[in-house]
């Protein structure tokens, strides 16, 4: 292990060590920290100029009670929900396909489409700009989360096609031929043999394709405008608009906005650290 | 013939043709999906950018005299200049994260909770971060100035400074990039042959050495991944510069993405053909390393 174990160090090492740890977090978390601490403060400790005090009283439920009951982020916090959910099961279902295909059959030009979905993932978002917006206006989807989703599952699924297609040729082939020679047909050895088989990937790739397409911010903004299809990356700005001024409720808004991808990650951290380090180790 | 020898011929073609047809058929959604958003759009954006075009009216061929205003462009060469900052800047989250995740890779209690904390703000919005630095940077009320005030030094209006506001966002940018290149480095790490470090270890191998003669070459799938992601990240920034300056002040955090968006859909006018060429420049760029990353990728597949 390097470095080197710190219990194998002097007591003296190992304690300041451990108190170490501790304090580079709150340095390393500190901007965030601030806002937290902030978005339980009441307006009145803005207006006296008492910021960095301790809060004069604990103000959470009221401030984070007004984001609820009084804005319109829990319809954004919805928009985000009915644009990311489709695009996690329209771009993993695309990509298992494409996976499958790229993974399991040599055909000429496998390699060349393969490489194509990757360039096209690392593509700068202003190259497709115009032409998608143009698109989405003519499939009279401007303004719509159907247009958002529609995007977001044919970029996202670039990327998710270089990760199924990687998981499946470290599949077991012998498994897949074994199946042909009992004469299975191929979409049953897709639905039977290798879907069973690309759980952990599904499930890898459903909490990283959630987290990217609810941090989108640009799409949004390039293909919504209202409180009525904005996810909340986009409507958070209108919000701050509203509330100008009001830090503890902007510091609320902003938490309540990070807060679902965040979550996300607490709970399924083994799938989303298995699929962002996909290919971190030979 | 008939019919059911028709149905015959007809099965045993599928039949003897399956391992063509089943992969075109797999492949057919996903690709028509990548084909008309992705790939199509990339050709179409090069055509516009030959184009005066407002978006709405008919468009006007103009050749390249898109590109020949792009030269005596001021704001374009301000973007392009922010550009290799944020590149250059950018790839410090390498040896950032790389130094996170020594310090971490130990076994005491509750590393694990330490790694995910430390890993978090990766998972944040872009929006959001850039929220908490602008907040964080403010001359007022900003907690960095607090803290500069504590120990007597003046407030610094970070983005409000043209001098010093791209630098300021780069630093936001480079928060949760960090917290990516850590946790590649601290799987990678976790991968390390103990016997390889055991033998260098009794070769009296230890410290700068050890890392960089022993651990680093084993570390380098994962600096590979570590280096393409930050590139791409560094050459996508438009959301923090959006939310943090909207390019501002007088136009000196600017980058090509935020440049494009601008002329194309911003205040001053839609400007698409304009944009288009702008967007072609950065695609360009970034195709510099999409054909290094692709070329060693092919390198990998021949050796697999």
């Known amino acids: 292990m390097f470095p080197r174990p710190i219990e194998t160090q002097p007591r003296a090492a190992q304690l300041t060590y451990q108190a170490m740890i501790p304090l580079a977090l709150v340095l390393w978390l500190l901007p965030l920290l601030a806002v937290a601490v902030f978005s339980v403060k009441p307006d009145a400790d803005f207006t006296t100029g008492n910021y960095w005090a301790w809060p004069s009283r604990f103000a959470g439920l009221e401030n984070y009670g007004k984001v609820f009951l009084e804005s319109d982020m829990p319809r954004y916090l919805l928009n985000s929900v009915l644009i990311t959910v489709p695009t996690v099961l329209g771009a993993v279902a695309l990509s298992c396909m494409t996976g499958f295909a790229l993974g399991v059959y040599k055909f000429r030009g496998n390699l060349l489409i393969f490489f194509m979905f990757v360039a096209g993932n690392f593509v700068p978002f202003q190259i497709l700009m115009v032409p998608v917006r143009d698109l989405t206006l003519e499939l009279g989807l401007y303004n719509t989360k159907a247009g958002l989703v529609l995007f977001h599952v044919a970029f996202q699924t670039g990327f998710c096609t270089l990760f199924m297609r990687n998981f499946i040729r470290a599949l077991p082939v012998e498994l897949i031929e074994a199946a042909r020679v009992e004469g299975v047909a191929e979409w049953r050895i897709f639905w039977f043999v290798v879907l069973p088989l690309m759980k952990p990937a599904i499930a890898a790739l459903s909490v990283l394709i959630f987290t990217f397409v609810w941090n989108d911010y640009f799409w949004a903004v390039v293909l919504t405008q209202g409180a009525e299809s904005q996810p909340v990356t986009a409507g958070i700005t209108s919000f701050n608009a509203q509330y100008r001024a009001a830090y503890h409720l902007m510091s609320a808004g902003s938490i309540v906005a990070a807060l679902p991808p965040v979550a996300m990650f607490f709970l399924m951290q083994r799938h989303f650290i298995a699929g962002l380090t996909l290919g971190a180790v030979k | ?304």
């Open chain 2, 1 to 304: 013939m008939t019919a059911t020898d028709r149905q015959a011929t007809g099965a045993t073609w599928l039949r003897r043709n399956r391992q063509v047809v089943a992969p075109v058929l797999f492949l057919l959604p996903g690709l028509l999906f990548f084909l008309v958003y992705v790939l199509l759009p990339v050709a179409q954006s090069v055509q516009i950018s030959f184009f005066r075009w407002d978006g709405l009216g008919e468009p006007d061929y103009v050749g390249l005299a898109n590109y020949r205003e792009l030269a005596g462009d001021r704001a374009f060469e301000v973007s392009v200049i922010n550009n290799v900052k944020w590149l250059l800047l950018y790839l410090l989250a390498i040896p950032g994260g790389l130094f996170i995740a020594l310090f971490l890779n130990q076994t005491v209690t509750g590393i694990r909770l330490y790694k995910s904390l430390f890993f978090f703000p990766f998972v944040i919005s872009q929006v959001v971060v850039g929220l908490v630095f602008t907040w964080f940077y403010d001359p007022t009320f900003g907690l960095l100035n607090a803290i500069l005030g504590a120990v007597g030094l003046g407030p610094v209006n970070v983005l409000g400074d043209p001098a010093l506001a791209t630098y300021g966002i780069i630093v936001a940018g480079l928060w949760p990039q960090v917290a990516y290149c850590m946790i590649l480095y601290l799987t990678g790490l976790n991968a390390v042959d103990p016997e390889q470090v055991e033998a260098a270890r009794l070769d009296g191998a230890k410290g700068w050495r050890m890392l960089w003669y022993v651990i680093l070459p084993q570390l380098r799938p994962a600096t590979f991944i570590a280096f393409v992601v930050t590139i791409i990240g560094a050459l996508r920034s438009f959301d923090l510069i959006s939310v943090m300056t909207n390019g501002g002040p007088f136009g000196s955090t600017r980058v090509l993405s935020f440049y494009m968006f601008e002329k194309a859909l911003g205040e001053y006018g839609f400007r698409m053909g304009y944009g288009a060429a702008i967007a072609v420049v950065l695609f360009l760029i970034m195709l510099v390393f999409i054909a290094y990353f692709l070329w060693s990728m092919w390198r990998q597949e021949r050796g697999a």
